[in-house]
């Protein structure tokens, strides 16, 4: 029963305007200060601040919190959700911070639906998250892949191609029946 040919692959990244927004903005807002003090300290050699640390130290500080920026934007625009439905299952990838592949069997599902759903109320966001309703793997919408396990486990996938996910589902359910 094995498939190697996706019925489904979808890849999916954080991309939204008001995130890029609020991701520079936290840069600018974080670097734009230290960027200018340390400049200031270096040029003029007049101490920068009320209790003023050694060029050695700003250098080090600078670094540092660029470095962690730095970290924290590859992280939120280089992580990628990655859905693929084949006829042995789904493979479910969220780089980089799920480590392993999430495959899920067929006979794992009792059942399945698409459909719309709320990702602040219904689960507390993006990304990876547990709630009341269950466990979720999204990165942007309100429209998700419901997984009802037969042990009672939930799991919603976000997708931005709902009737070609649907359709996926179908037929790998019906390979397995």
Do not use: C
């Not at 059942?111 to 009341?132: A, L, N, Q």
């Amino acid at each position: 029963m094995k498939s190697t040919h996706p019925y489904f692959k979808e890849e999916q990244r954080f991309n939204q305007w008001w995130l890029k927004l609020v991701m520079y903005l936290s840069v600018l807002v974080a670097l734009g200060p230290m960027y200018y003090g340390t400049i200031v300290q270096l040029s003029t050699g007049v101490s920068w601040g009320n209790k003023p640390a050694s060029n050695t130290s700003l250098l080090l500080i600078d670094l540092f919190v660029t470095l962690l920026m730095a970290g924290s934007m590859w992280l939120v625009f280089g992580s990628k959700l990655v859905t693929e439905i084949k006829g042995d299952g789904i493979h479910v990838r969220f780089k980089p911070f799920l480590r392993k592949e999430k495959f899920i069997l067929p006979e794992q599902i009792q059942r399945f639906e698409v459909m719309k759903y709320s990702p602040i109320t219904d689960y507390g966001g993006w990304g990876i998250k547990s709630g009341t309703k269950g466990k979720v793997l999204n990165v942007s919408g309100n429209i998700g892949l419901l997984l009802v396990f037969k042990d009672g486990k939930k799991l919603m996938i976000g997708t931005q191609r709902p009737e070609a996910i649907k359709r996926a589902m179908n037929k790998m359910m019906k390979r397995y029946e």
